[in-house]
């Protein structure tokens, strides 16, 4: 319980936020900021677009919508000094041409009210009045509540949805519609990946989960990973030639992902979903953090953008 709390305090670190975020200084490609970038469906906030070396109008990319945009770039000015290394890795893959050219949309999550912005809304409305109330009641710490505010992840991939997508491919030099998109994120941007993709099928082409928060909350509860899990076998028929990648470790937080996970990919695999089309990766030894994230996160890269 210990090693579970530690993690708890570090996730609500993670979503500290800085007055005035800096841009991120990357070492491969370059970062465009668009701030403010306004919606009348979520909280307005800024987003990077990070545009990978040798970015030109004559070509077009295929696009990567990143949650937990702070994380992702530049470790000088993130809280524990880690970072995806998004632009190392995805720019060296690229220009070793193991992918497809892609550019990432990296969006920040909503500091107090990440919970509530990426924890799945039709999962959490299945649950009863009484889980929901209590869920509304746990803390993240002394003084902030888990959900800051009632959960609102549909508005959010709306936001994602009719607000981000149309400004990206109006605005930059992108193949079009709904096979060039794909969802990452990890932990609850996990979460909130594979639900986006599974409520929106004909917008997003895959989704990366890595380290996905199957508890939902950081104590085991066995009605939010039911919920989770009874809306993918409903929903997943709905899928056809998406990609979905998942993966997990052992250590710290992702301690408890190894029993919840095996139960999702029976459920992929109950229903014949294409081996080709997913994957469920364990690392034994690794642990919840961008650093652990960082040092695989080429393998979800190539499957979803092979060449």
């Avoid at 470790?75 to 000094?81: D, L, P, S, V």
């Avoid at 990426?118 to 746990?138: D, G, N, T």
């Avoid at 002394?142 to 981000?164: G, H, W």
């Avoid at 937080?253 to 996970?261: E, N, R, V």
Wanted: charged share 20%.
């Amino acid at each position: 319980m210990n090693r579970l709390l530690s993690s708890l305090i570090l996730i609500a670190l993670s979503c500290h936020c800085l007055a005035d975020d800096p841009i991120p200084v990357v070492n491969k490609g370059s970062i465009e900021r668009i701030e403010p970038f306004k919606s009348t469906l979520i909280n307005s906030r800024y987003i990077d677009v990070w545009l990978p070396p040798g970015y030109s109008q004559n070509s077009k990319y295929d696009v990567l919508y990143m949650h937990d945009g702070r994380m992702l770039f530049d470790a000088n000015i993130t809280w524990n000094k880690q970072e995806w290394m998004v632009d190392e890795v995805a720019g060296s893959l690229i220009e070793q041409k193991k992918v497809r050219p892609f550019i990432v949309v990296a969006i920040p999550n909503a500091v107090k009210n990440r919970h509530s912005e990426f924890f799945p809304q039709q999962p959490f409305e299945q649950l009863s009045k009484q889980q929901q109330a209590q869920m509304y009641q746990l803390d993240k710490s002394a003084d902030l509540p888990l959900f800051n505010t009632k959960v609102y992840s549909d508005r959010y991939l709306e936001f994602i949805v009719t607000d981000i997508v149309p400004f990206i491919e109006a605005n930059y030099s992108v193949n079009k519609g709904g096979k060039h998109r794909y969802l990452a994120g990890s932990s609850m941007g996990g979460l909130i990946s594979w639900y986006g993709l599974l409520q929106y099928p004909n917008e997003f082409a895959g989704a990366i989960c890595m380290s996905t928060h199957w508890p939902g909350i950081f104590t085991d509860n066995k009605p939010i990973f039911d919920a989770f899990k009874a809306y993918i076998e409903k929903h997943l028929p709905a899928l056809s030639t998406q990609k979905i990648y998942f993966d997990y470790g052992d250590q710290t937080l992702d301690a408890m992902y190894p029993k919840l996970q095996t139960q999702i990919d029976a459920v992929f695999n109950q229903q014949q979903y294409p081996k080709s089309q997913w994957q469920s990766l364990f690392f034994e030894g690794e642990n919840h953090s961008e650093q652990a994230w960082s040092k695989r996160l080429h393998i979800p890269l190539e499957f979803i953008f092979a060449q």
